[in-house]
């Protein structure tokens, strides 16, 4: 969900459901559902309106199965609209379709236009909450005659993916297994080497074209030397084509920063088909990027200005975007607001670079630096270890019906499970494939990985609805 840092993963995602090339646009009901803005107290006894979408076209009643989405930190619309994979096995499933949306995200406020403006107002903005919502959705949608024997799957991508793994550890009465697609459950505490985010990202650069990613590990001091001089500073904007011009020194991290997102946004989106999510871009977007990015040994000005044409290819393939706009890596389809108190209250995911094994600036991981951005920003303090005491960290074997699918071009793939942890835990790894690629429609373009990968997940789909059908019959 991006869209999992303060300004990044919207793609999450940020996300996320990534753009896709729909046949049609599919067709739903929106509904809304009274939730409890608390689940887990009885003071506050208010609701709010949930929304949740509904596609019954191919449902197979009494009793056919319902995939449910879990939805992530955007407007549902969005997931519901591009998460092709659902609509595509619908009718083969004979499934009903249902995307919920997440408390705080889309028309889901618990506190209409005051959700957002006191941190008072936010301390329901948590995945417990969530999951309490999907809960008794769930258990309402299955309130009636046709529906009372149907068996849910849960499905869901990026953070959505982690929701949808906890759905089933925390409420496996109410799903009898999940999709996690690109979910980064072990991207906390010291689960995971806080470096193997962007290393997956240079390897990605690395292996699209000779220079690319060399190019961009220089191009950081360049940038640095360019921010010593007042003339550099306005050479930056001016090449960048900036809507808002650099003003000091100080806008040198900013700046870096901005650049840094955009790689990482490259990755997660590094499709085999021209896709229109985050930005609109060609097939094999990195590879388009590293054409600019060849020759690594050039002096300061004509290395960046082959960055600026890398970048462009991001911000402005159409040719139509009169100005860089530093202050955003995505079109606003996601929320990093909703997600940037997220992150800084539960979702606490440590991440590093080292300039050596990554082509990025070295960052050391700074928790207290991070808790006092947060305090500054929501007058909370974040709670690292939460998460792995709620969901169990590495320690989910007890756990069953999980499908955990990672791309191997994927940053959050680091933080995937990539290995499967029984018979019941199923790791899928897709080679060649960017951000929860299995979730997106079918493709003339897709490698064999994703659609080897779709095939199994909807076998294991079957596998659940058919042991739900012979548990409900007592066969």
Request: hydrophobic share 40%.
């Amino acid at each position: 969900m991006a869209s999992l840092r303060l300004s990044g993963w919207s793609c999450l995602l940020l996300a996320c459901m990534l753009g896709s090339v729909v046949r049609s646009a599919p067709t739903y009901e929106t509904l809304y559902f009274d939730q409890k803005i608390d689940h887990f107290g009885f003071y506050e006894d208010s609701t709010f309106r949930q929304r949740y979408l509904v596609s019954d076209t191919h449902w197979r009643k009494p009793g056919g199965p319902i995939l449910f989405y879990t939805g992530n930190e955007g407007d549902i619309t969005l997931f519901s609209n591009n998460t092709g994979f659902m609509w595509d096995v619908a009718e083969e499933l004979g499934a009903m379709l249902v995307f919920a949306e997440h408390r705080y995200y889309g028309e889901s406020m618990p506190y209409g236009n005051l959700s957002y403006t006191d941190p008072k107002y936010l301390n329901y903005l948590t995945s417990e909450q969530a999951l309490a919502d999907f809960a008794v959705l769930i258990r309402f949608l299955k309130g009636s005659v046709e529906s009372k024997d149907s068996p849910v799957i849960a499905i869901g991508g990026s953070y959505g993916g982690m929701l949808a793994a906890w759905l089933r550890i925390k409420y496996p009465h109410a799903v009898v297994g999940a999709i996690a697609a690109s979910a980064p459950i072990w991207q906390f505490e010291d689960l995971v080497p806080c470096n193997l985010y962007y290393q997956t990202v240079t390897n990605d650069f690395e292996k699209s074209g000779t220079g690319c990613a060399e190019s961009i590990t220089k191009s950081w001091a360049a940038i640095n030397r360019m921010f010593k001089t007042d003339e550099g500073i306005g050479w930056l904007s001016r090449e960048f084509h900036l809507c808002s011009p650099l003003k000091c020194q100080d806008d040198a991290a900013a700046f870096k920063n901005w650049l840094s997102e955009t790689w990482v946004n490259l990755a997660m989106v590094d499709y085999p088909y021209p896709a229109n999510f985050l930005e609109p871009l060609p097939a094999w977007p990195i590879k388009e990027v590293c054409k600019h990015l060849r020759n690594p040994n050039l002096d300061d000005k004509k290395l960046l200005q082959n960055i600026f044409q890398a970048i462009n290819v991001y911000y402005n393939y159409t040719g139509i975007t009169p100005c860089l706009n530093t202050s955003q890596t995505a079109v606003g389809s996601l929320d990093d607001l909703g997600w940037s108190y997220q992150a800084c209250t539960e979702m606490v995911m440590p991440f590093c670079s080292d300039g050596v094994t990554d082509m990025f600036e070295p960052q050391a991981w700074n928790f207290e630096a991070f808790s006092d951005d947060c305090y500054k920003q929501w007058g909370i303090r974040p709670r690292p270890e939460w998460i792995t005491s709620m969901y169990g960290g590495k320690n989910i074997t007890t756990a069953s019906n999980i499908i955990f699918s990672n791309g191997d071009l994927d940053p959050w793939s680091a933080g995937g499970v990539k290995q499967s942890l029984s018979d019941s835990l199923i790791a899928i790894i897709i080679t060649d494939g960017a951000h929860h690629l299995d979730l997106r429609s079918n493709n003339a373009n897709d490698p064999k990985s994703v659609i080897e990968a779709r095939a199994m997940e909807v076998a294991y789909m079957k596998k659940w609805i058919k042991e739900h059908s012979q548990q409900v019959n007592g066969i």
